[in-house]
């Protein structure tokens, strides 16, 4: 009988000190030969000489016949705080994992060394996913999930850290819509991962608050890096290229949490963004022009700085109302629809807007391409507006950034921030988390 590779110090005391002192433990992962009960040892090291490393309270060595019953058994018999431990290889799956303890780590021993791999899955929504507060997931891989990659609802305070998730096939309807997908949470910590392949955002959190996105990669998604319906996130050092669109900072209608904003997206790399779009039909990011570095779409009080956008073929950035004209009806009297008081300002634009997508002309008046780097869909709420430079979009210190103000709304278009009120600014936001 092969092994099944899962160790922890709880089993050695059971073990010892009751039934096994009588029906014998060998240290393959069972209480007898005959059976197929995965196992616990101590620290030290299983009769085949594998070693729990340290840190770890369970441990599956290496893959098996049984990848899913392995894991998924170490992830339910873990107490609150546990640690659960994979080693180097490819261990496949064929059913959703859950994790729903309290303060558990997840841990490989590296995105390149450790894959979950879902390419056989036929039952479940998601690769893993999470109810538990407290979760860490790091040093892993999940791949070609049916679904999401990874997906936590209605949790506080979880962390993915030096993780991957990929779909191998490159632009495909077929693979998961989100890559990461923490929705509803409190308390959201991204670091060090990267994302390939989604067919809607490759790292996405949603209607979530306090939240943190740095030094992480996206690329081949539709949308790169998305904070919808979020408020206060930090998005920062991440390299978002050849994506659809690289960033987006969006508030949609019909959702239990409205009214997202704040979000404070600095010193990132968002360059590149052309991939045709591949979202599925009828979605909201099947809408997204290819080409566009940045969209805010509908959200409040975002700060843009100190980014480097380069190569998207339609703009730097635009900042859109949600538009009836171009997207579809909803029926949500609390929705607010406007795009309002952003402050984009200290970034570096480049070789944006050559070659646009139709609906990105659309939107900057079919003029002559190359397209300008900053757009505003010139859309304000008059009931706010009395507020004056509060809810203005402002512009500046964008170095030689082209600006466009495309008066969708009425008026008069405008190339120059002061005669439409742009040449503004805003207070600076604090980073979040603390």
């Known amino acids: 009988m092969a092994s099944l590779r899962i160790f922890s110090p709880r089993y050695l005391t059971a073990c010892l000190f009751g039934f096994g002192l009588a029906l014998g433990c060998n240290g393959s992962g069972s209480a007898d ?7 616990d040892s101590d620290s030290g090291s299983d ?3 594998v070693e729990l490393p340290e840190g770890c309270d369970a441990y599956i060595a290496a893959p098996g016949d049984d990848d899913q019953a392995a894991l998924q058994g170490a992830l339910i018999d873990a107490a609150d705080g546990a640690t659960v431990c994979v080693g ?30 879902f390419a056989e899955q036929d039952l479940g929504a998601n690769g893993i996913l999470i109810t538990g507060d407290e979760v860490v997931l790091e040093h892993l891989k999940v791949v070609d999930s049916a679904g999401d990659g990874v997906r936590a609802n209605d ?19 077929e693979s998961g819509a989100y890559g990461l997908y923490p929705v509803g949470c409190t308390g959201v910590t991204i670091q060090r991962v990267w994302v390939k392949g989604a067919r809607d955002a ?48 969006f508030n949609l209608p019909g959702l239990p949490v409205k009214d997202g904003k704040r979000c404070n997206a600095y010193e990132n790399i968002i360059e590149n963004n052309n991939l045709p779009n591949f979202a599925e039909d009828g979605t909201i990011v099947s809408e997204v022009p290819y080409g566009v570095g940045a969209f805010i779409l509908a959200s409040d009080g975002n ?3 100190n980014n480097t956008v380069r190569g998207n073929d339609s703009t730097g950035i635009a900042m859109v109302s949600y538009n009836l004209d171009l997207l579809p009806s909803y029926d949500d009297p609390a929705f607010d ?8 300002h200290d970034n570096t634009f480049e070789g944006n807007g050559t070659d646009p997508d139709v609906l990105a002309l659309v939107l900057a008046g079919n003029m002559t391409p190359p397209l300008p780097d900053i757009v505003d869909d010139g859309c304000t709420d008059p009931d706010l507006m009395v507020m004056g430079d509060a809810m203005a979009n402002c512009i500046g210190d964008n170095g030689g950034a082209a600006y466009f103000w495309a008066a969708m709304c009425g008026g008069s278009s405008s190339a120059d921030p002061m005669e439409v009120g742009a040449a503004c600014s805003h207070s600076s936001l604090p980073d979040v988390p603390e």
């Open 88 to 117: 180097e290889g490819t261990f496949h799956f064929n059913t959703e994992v859950t994790i729903t303890k309290t303060g558990l780590t997840l841990r490989g021993a590296g995105a390149d060394k450790t894959s979950l791999d």
């Open 303 to 305: 700060e843009f700085h």
């Open 337 to 344: 629809r406007y795009c309002q008081g952003n402050h984009v």
């Open 47 to 49: 009769s085949d000489g």
């Open 202 to 249: 490759g790292i996405y959190v949603g209607q979530s608050t306090k939240v943190l996105v740095e030094d992480s990669e996206a690329y081949g998604n539709v949308a790169g890096i998305e904070i919808e319906n979020t408020t206060d996130s930090t998005v920062r050092r991440n390299h978002a290229h050849d994506n659809t669109a690289g960033l987006l900072i």
């Open 155 to 173: 949790v506080s305070n979880i962390t993915f850290r030096d993780m991957a998730v990929e779909w191998t096939a490159d632009a495909s309807v």
């Open 33 to 39: 030969a005959e059976s197929d009960t995965a196992t």
